[in-house]
């Protein structure tokens, strides 16, 4: 998809960055945290074996750095960028997959309300077929692009009018779509 796309990337007519925010999202991700955390503080800084048989404290250690710190640390860095300039669309999934759609390939696009866990199976990155795919972290608003070869490419956006004009506005007149569907 990035065939025929200059390196420089020319002035950003848009541009919006997601994390994901979801309170319930997070109690998932510092859960596992929080336990990491105690027999690192039982054991290691207190000096109190935890349990019958306790692990090494090296092998505490280094559950409390990937699980106590690490897992909260790269869950919080996670983020959805949207781009759109002169002649293409970036969707940076970081620190996933980066995708470029050349503006010459979308043949519409539109606003669109959708259910994330029915329609895509969840947030993130779904639907890895090649006919549908969704780039989302929060909400139910996005912008839905066909491709001319077919295929479905929704963007999960809470500035879902703002971005769809703009990418609107790099189509040719034919292929733009006002229709809001949902």
Known sequence: ????????????????????????????????????????????????????????????WVIWIFIGLGLPFFFGR???????????????YRPFTRRTIATAEVERAEVRTYNAVKDYGGWGIKGWSKAKMAYNVSGNRGVELTLRNGQSVMLGSQRAGELVAVIQSRLRPSRRTTKTAG
Do not use: C
């Open 1 to 60: 998809m990035n065939e025929g796309i200059p390196s420089n990337p020319g002035p950003t007519l848009f541009r919006e960055e997601q994390r994901f925010r979801q309170w319930w999202l997070w109690v998932i991700v510092i859960g596992p945290a929080v336990l990491a955390w105690w027999p690192f503080m039982q054991q290691v800084i207190e000096g109190k074996p935890v349990g019958h048989n306790p692990a090494p404290d090296w092998l505490v």
């Open 78 to 92: 996670v983020s959805m960028v949207t781009e759109v300039y002169e002649d293409r669309v970036l969707i940076r």
